[in-house]
């Protein structure tokens, strides 16, 4: 449901029965207080000479005139004794004829202060009667004219209220009946019965309903008014938000004012710089993801084609009955070997690179790694006739990292060294225990690193143009990759040549306690 | 004495392959292909467990986690996946020891090998070993039954290569827990008494090897 609709709808809900809930009390009080005035004017009259006009001559009460319509609305409460019309023994009207109650205080009947009391009903000219009854302890009248005494005002009273009131249903108005209890409880004129039309004159009603309409409908704009801008604004927040996304967040919801929708506005803007954020990194992600998945493509084919001729050529040697040459099998191992690696680092790398990698860091046993990698290039180290050895202290030595980085950089130094090295040459890898530190040291006999070469060992930049293609003096992606393990552990990778020639790479780090 | 393997691998031609190479170095593999299958299978049948984790039936972390509940037996993972956690939760759930994909049959059999020999450490009074008979408390060396005698130091450095025999140990670190510290203790002098060591063994000598870059290794035929 839309907003204003929903608006109205509340206001509606809610206006309505309120003014439902006043109007009827509203009604209830004035039926009270009409009660409480009849009984008052039925007391006044009794008791200001009505008794004894009544009881002198009970069948013939009440006179003419009293029950005259009086035009010009009720007689007013508290009508002095003296102004009760003159009554002969027969009840006969006076002299004066028709009169309202206010000609004792002199003035014309037209003229009664009748227009105070009721002034909706006097501007509409209605015509309002009142009429006053006596009846006997039995509440019957020996008027003969004079109408039964409603039963259930006779049951109030009866169980013992001095008054009471019922409906009195007159042809085109609603009108009260209020019966009274004399004090003096005895006689023909025990108990009185006035009634009166015109409780509420059609007329006020008609006003009230008109008044609650225009009140309502007052109402109705004013929230309509209200509610105009700011169902605008929401519906140029859902444009600036829908024309957002469509443009991957790239266009912030404009933020104006102070209020609610201002707030929205901003929330929506702090989302969407979320949302963007994620969408960057799930992207930065998913471009590492798919040029690793190239790069490893392109780069696994290479030695993958190299290998396949290593078989190829070993397979043609075989078919024919020739000896198979020792160097196209241990190249074919070589290849095989290579593309392992070349695969776990091209995976290294696309850890690495990726925006915001984090190091699973655990505990890692560094005598149960040296035993690892040296074990994966032992193999290859023995069919090329090179001595690969290591020793690790027998007592527990680990550090905190990441497992699979630092295991891959120290088998990129070990493979690096297995790879150059001739021969009949040596590879040595010693871990030991320095102090609160752990060294691991790779060291060989081959015919080490170019000194033009040295110090660009660990560029960065050096991967870059090496990291796709092997490099005949073997720095490649390997080192590169050791030392940025290196550097995102915290630990030091340094290269030494000794005078001895070949080349010394040497790890050094913290040591867990 | 023939150990037998269990060897859990979904893979054909891997299983196939690791078994036979088991085989042909002495170990006497079974083979299963299915997570399931080995978690119904009896630990004390076997000596050592080949456990690869991507498995259809049941996860491998789920077999290994199974079969640590019921005993300690040594259990070297394959992984595929070269990611940390999954190889620092399979050392967390008892592992002790991992080969990542792809190896060499002689990396996994090495690895094996070293599984089989670590409970068998030699911890106690005495070692024998290829000819050399030495008593840890009586302090004495016996060579192809005749006794020698050893300084202190050559001794210490006797003893601990004798611990860890085929295993090289740095001369950093014989240096350091060989020599007498309150001596000249560098390397120099281990090198000298290793030498002493080896003229003293005579015809053994040689089994005291010197690696190459590392330090000094004890040599001796391996016990299948």
Redesign the interface.
Same mark, same amino acid.
């Given at each position: 449901m839309k907003l204003r609709a929903r608006l109205a709808l509340v206001v509606l809900a809610t206006a309505v029965p309120v003014i439902a809930g006043v109007a009827f009390l509203r009604e209830r009080l004035q039926w009270a207080a009409t009660e409480q005035s009849l009984a008052d004017y039925a007391h006044d009259r009794m008791l200001g000479g009505g008794r004894e006009a009544c009881e002198a001559n009970p069948e013939a009460f009440p006179p003419r005139p009293w029950l005259r319509p009086n035009e010009r609305g009720l007689p007013p409460r508290g009508v002095p004794l003296g102004s009760m019309p003159p009554q002969g023994p027969n009840g006969a009207p006076g002299p004066a004829g028709p009169r309202g109650p206010g000609v004792a205080r002199g003035t014309p009947p037209v003229a009664t202060g009748e227009p105070r009391e009721f002034p909706l009903a006097a501007a509409l000219e209605v015509e309002v009667r009142t009429e006053l009854w006596t009846y006997g302890p039995d509440f019957v009248s020996r008027n003969l004219e004079a109408p039964t005494f409603p039963t259930e005002i006779r049951a109030a009273i009866q169980a013992g209220a001095s008054h009471g009131s019922a409906e009195w249903f007159v042809p085109t108005h609603d009108g009260i009946a209020v019966g009274v209890k004399m004090p003096w409880n005895e006689g023909p004129c025990a108990h009185v019965l006035v009634r009166r039309s015109q409780v509420n004159p059609p007329g006020a009603q008609r006003g009230m309903l008109l008044g609650t309409a225009v009140l309502l409908a007052v109402l109705l704009a004013a929230v309509m008014f209200t509610a105009g801008p700011v169902v605008e604004r929401i519906r140029r927040l859902t444009r600036q938000v829908r024309e957002s996304a469509a443009a991957r967040y790239a266009s912030p919801a404009e933020v104006s004012g102070s209020d609610e929708v201002t707030e929205l506005a901003q929330a929506f803007n702090a989302a969407a710089t979320e949302v963007r954020g994620n969408l960057e990194a799930i992207e930065s992600r998913e471009r590492t993801l798919r040029s690793f998945v190239e790069n490893t493509t392109h780069d696994v084919m290479v030695p993958l084609t190299v290998l396949q001729g290593h078989l190829t050529a070993i397979r043609r040697r075989v078919e024919s009955g020739e000896t198979v040459e020792r160097a196209s099998v241990l190249d074919a191992l070589q290849e095989? !070997?290579y593309?392992?690696s070349l695969i !776990?680092n091209l995976?290294a790398v696309a850890r690495l690179e990726q925006e915001g990698a984090t190091l699973?860091t655990?505990r890692v046993d560094l005598a149960?790694l040296v035993?690892?990698v040296v074990?994966?290039h032992?193999?290859?180290a023995?069919a090329r006739g090179i001595?690969l050895?290591?020793?690790v202290?027998?007592e527990p030595l680990a550090a905190s990292g990441?497992?699979?980085?630092l295991e891959q950089a120290v088998s990129n130094l070990i493979h690096n060294a297995v790879r150059y090295v001739e021969p009949g040459g !040596?590879?040595?890898?010693?871990?030991?225990r320095v102090g609160a530190r752990f060294s691991l040291k790779v060291?060989?006999?081959g015919p080490g690193i170019p000194p033009e070469l040295r110090a660009r060992v660990f560029e960065r930049a050096f991967r870059a143009e090496s990291a796709r293609t092997r490099h005949p003096g073997g720095l490649g992606l390997g080192l590169s990759i050791a030392l940025d393990v290196a550097r995102r552990h915290g630990f030091e990778l340094d290269l030494r040549t000794p005078e001895a020639g070949g080349a010394e790479f040497e790890l050094r780090g913290d040591a867990c306690a | 004495m023939t150990h037998r393997i269990l060897v859990v691998e979904d893979d054909a031609r891997l299983g196939e392959q690791i078994s036979s190479h088991l085989r042909e170095a002495g170990f006497e593999p079974v083979w299963i292909s299915r997570g399931d299958l080995a978690l119904e299978t009896q630990p004390r049948d076997f000596e050592l467990v080949i456990l690869d984790l991507m498995l259809p039936g049941a996860y491998g972390l789920d077999v290994l986690k199974h079969l640590r509940q019921r005993s300690d037996l040594p259990v070297v993972v394959l992984s595929a996946k070269n990611d940390t956690p999954t190889k620092v939760r399979a050392l967390e759930l008892g592992a002790d020891d991992y080969v990542t994909k792809p190896f060499w049959p002689e990396e996994l059999l090495a690895r094996v090998h070293a599984r089989l020999r670590r409970p068998g450490l030699a911890r106690t009074g005495r070692i024998e070993l290829g000819g050399l008979a030495i008593d840890a408390e009586a302090r004495s060396v016996r060579v192809a039954g005749a006794p020698v005698e050893l300084t202190r130091v050559e001794f210490e450095l006797l003893l601990a290569l004798a611990r860890r025999p085929n295993q090289a140990l740095s001369r950093a670190w014989l240096a350091e827990h060989v020599l007498d510290p309150d001596r000249d203790g560098t390397e120099r002098t281990l090198d000298v008494h290793a030498s002493r060591l080896r003229k003293k063994l005579g015809a053994h000598g040689s089994l005291v090897a010197t690696v190459w870059g590392v330090g000094y290794r004890l040599d001796v035929e391996e016990e299948a």
């Open positions: 095989a !070997h593309m392992g !776990h995976s699973a655990a149960a035993e690892r074990a994966r032992a193999p290859i023995k001595s050895e290591h020793a202290p027998p990441d497992v699979t980085l !040596h590879v040595a890898v010693v871990l030991a060291l060989d006999d | -």
